[in-house]
């Protein structure tokens, strides 16, 4: 279960980049086209082999393909919380 939470976590900040990426205003229109460069976006991902696909994407060109300029930062899961939450 906290697998595919994860996997869902890692997937949801690229699949709505990608969604604001086509979204009506950034398409079409004078001078839209290629002139403001590639959305720079920072993403944080632990250090586990669920989020491979993500490196793995960057490596193949799939993100600049969507004129994505993606970093992967990387970052620590968070501690598990008390038996008090």
């Not at 604001?20 to 290629?34: F, L, Q, Y």
């Not at 632990?46 to 799939?62: E, T």
């Not at 899961?77 to 939450?85: F, H, I, L, Q, V």
Request: positive net charge.
């Amino acid at each position: 279960m906290r697998r595919h939470a994860l996997r869902w976590m890692c997937a949801l900040p690229v699949l709505l980049a990608l969604h604001c990426s086509r979204s009506p205003s950034n398409s079409g229109g004078a001078g839209s086209a290629g002139s403001a460069g590639p959305t720079k976006l920072t993403i944080a991902a632990i250090a586990i082999v669920d989020v491979a696909p993500l490196h793995l994407g960057k490596a193949k060109g799939f993100f600049a393909e969507q004129n994505l300029d993606i970093t992967v930062q990387g970052t620590q899961a968070a501690p598990s919380p008390s038996p008090g939450w």
